[in-house]
């Protein structure tokens, strides 16, 4: 599928205002050169005795006309250009939103919340300079280069193309040297401050983490060291601003000389009148002015490019992962990758998508994933059968792959080989539709800054308050509501720092009854609960999810009785499984891990046996 560019489709989009932009600017250089002129010829034409006031009165008329319009047709061209660029800036941040919003997911496994946060907003508002600082500057440029040639030929052609010479070395040959002397130091200076920016929210996320380690100091002086890193290559970037000022100058300051001398010629030819040497003389400023800036523009151009890159690095992430990957079919062990989805539909149900909140069934046939081609394999040879209502435990140490089953199941990640499939179809297909199949509860759900019901109105926007009270109910919320200063419209301050773990954890339980899917995954929802805040905890998400499909991932046992199948996992592999008491009859170490879970069980299975 062919990827749309980030600047093509606005170029078609505003072709006219575009072209209005470049005509007001042309038109303000013209303007100014008209305004110099005049004033020249003005100044020129007062020294000596006119033989008519109006040889006098019509250049004042004209001075005062030009000086008004040069105004005018600015703020014109600049409100025209700012208002164009602003609405292409604002349909780049929503094209990049409709990218990122229902990939969430996958986003979430492949790129830094600093990358992100980044193209919001830094690389998307740095592309307007593309329009404001190069596009448009670098075409005007090329206008008045081409009408100053043909200006000055109409007097004399062999100083036109010398003009033509200064020109180029102004619009060419200055702004390529500068390219290929900064293009390195400009993209480690983008590149630098992207990191800066990564290291910044990274730390901001983790700011409590800092204080309580003490080590804020530690934090503060290597961000410094940093900053100065980018502060040096920017300095650097700085000299040579001003020596390419300098030498576009000197080359202005030979332009003003050459000038001078050529129509101090003419007059002496009897090609001009006096009065015109001043008005060609001045003329040369606010046209030099229409070139100085094309130097750096073109090199910004790496910075845009890096900018460039880092969207693009982004939507090719979402194609390869919408294709299934590129990592070819292959089997971890060799085998073919199946991903035919006839023999797989479960008896009894379509063989399309979900078209009921009741019904998900969960295949899972020969399913490796690997998140790069050379890498080692997360999951591998994996086969699960969870029909609705199936509640199945994960179980394993970090790094076992637990992760990426739940994000395969979710369809987040498209497998390397096998497939993944509910009632039949690709799990990676439904897309923005997973959200009405699966629900998640993860360690850490994130409670927005507003009420409480508007918090668990997110899993249906179009609840009434009945039916949130009646979530809030089943997990379990009334004591906490009752509690509040104004019920279920009380605010939850930022992340929800009002509440304790426990009841953030509630609360966004509500918000996944309320989403009613029949499939919900539970990502280790008590890490970091005390033990009886645990219990309860779990206690109510059993009871709440009666008839649903609950996947739960978690480090140790703690109500792993209440699942209908225990599966230990350990280097993407299947170690164990079976239901709890299967496990505790049968594998010594799964019984040593409930154990260590349950220090009572040991005291209770030795009275037992004594």
Do not use: C
Request: charged residues 20%.
């Amino acid at each position: 599928m062919k990827r749309e560019g980030w600047f093509a489709p606005y170029v078609s989009s505003y072709f006219w205002r575009f072209l209005l932009i470049v005509l007001l600017g042309a038109l303000t250089v013209f303007s100014a050169s008209s305004l110099m002129y005049t004033s020249g010829f003005l100044i020129s034409k007062a020294s000596i005795p006119p033989e008519n006031i109006l040889m006098i009165y019509v250049p004042i008329v004209g001075v005062r006309a030009f000086g008004t319009s040069r105004a005018v047709i600015h703020y014109v061209e600049r409100l025209v250009g700012h208002d164009t660029i602003l609405r292409i800036l604002s349909q780049m941040r929503q094209r990049l939103y409709r990218i990122l919003e229902p990939q969430a997911l996958f986003l979430s496994s492949r790129f830094r919340t600093g990358d992100i946060l980044g193209m919001l907003a830094d690389d998307i508002e740095y592309l307007q300079n593309v329009y404001l600082r190069t596009v448009f500057p670098a075409v005007i440029s090329l206008i008045i280069y081409a009408a100053a040639v043909i200006a000055i030929g109409t007097f004399d052609v062999r100083f036109a193309l010398l003009v033509g010479l200064y020109i180029l070395v102004l619009v060419a040959v200055l702004p390529l040297v500068s390219l290929l002397v900064t293009q390195k130091r400009q993209r480690e200076i983008k590149q630098a401050r992207n990191r800066l920016y990564q290291k910044l929210t990274d730390a901001v996320l983790g700011m409590s983490d800092w204080m309580i380690s003490g080590r804020q100091g530690q934090f503060v002086e290597t961000y410094e060291a940093d900053e100065q890193a980018v502060a040096r290559t920017d300095a650097a970037l700085r000299r040579w601003a001003r020596i390419r000022m300098f030498l576009g100058q000197s080359v202005i300051g030979l332009g003003v000389l050459s000038m001078i001398w050529w129509a101090g010629g003419e007059f002496a030819e009897g090609a001009i009148p006096g009065t015109l040497i001043a008005a060609f003389v001045l003329v040369v400023f606010p046209v030099a002015d229409a070139f100085l800036p094309v130097s750096e523009a073109i090199e910004k151009i790496p910075q845009y490019r890096n900018s460039l890159e880092r969207l693009a690095g982004v939507a090719e992430g979402l194609t390869e992962k919408a294709t299934g990957g590129t990592n070819g079919g292959a089997m971890p062990d060799g085998g073919e990758s199946d991903r035919s989805g006839g023999d797989d539909t479960p008896p009894g149900l379509p063989d399309a998508a979900v078209t009921s909140r009741q019904l998900a069934h969960i295949l899972i046939r020969g399913v490796g994933y690997r998140y790069a081609k050379e890498a080692e394999w997360s999951v591998r040879d994996l086969t699960l059968d969870i029909p609705q209502g199936k509640k199945i435990a994960i179980i394993g140490r970090s790094g076992a792959g637990k992760s990426t089953l739940l994000k395969l199941i979710q369809g987040a990640l498209a497998p390397t080989a096998g497939a993944v499939k509910i009632n039949g179809r690709d799990a990676a297909s439904y897309g923005d539709r997973i959200p009405s199949i699966i629900s998640v509860l993860n360690q850490r759900p994130h409670l927005f800054d507003t009420t409480v019901a508007n918090n668990i109105r997110l899993g249906d926007p179009e609840a009434s308050e009945e039916q949130i009270a009646r979530a809030g109910a089943l997990a379990k919320l009334g004591d906490l509501i009752a509690a509040l200063p104004a019920g279920y419209d009380t605010r939850v301050r930022e992340a929800g720092q009002r509440f304790s773990g426990g009841e953030r954890q509630r609360i966004a339980l509500a918000r996944i009854l309320l989403q009613n899917t029949p499939v919900v995954l539970l990502d280790e929802p008590t890490v970091g609960l005390d033990p009886r805040t645990e219990r309860e905890l779990l206690s109510t998400i059993f009871a709440a999810m009666e008839g649903k499909t609950l996947i739960w991932v978690t480090h140790h046992l703690v109500g792993a009785e209440r699942m209908d199948e225990v599966i230990f996992m350990e280097n993407g592999r299947v170690e164990m499984r079976g239901t709890h008491a299967e496990l505790l009859a049968s594998e010594p170490r799964y019984r040593r891990l409930y154990e260590l879970d349950r220090p009572g069980y040991a005291a209770q299975r030795g009275s037992a046996a004594r």
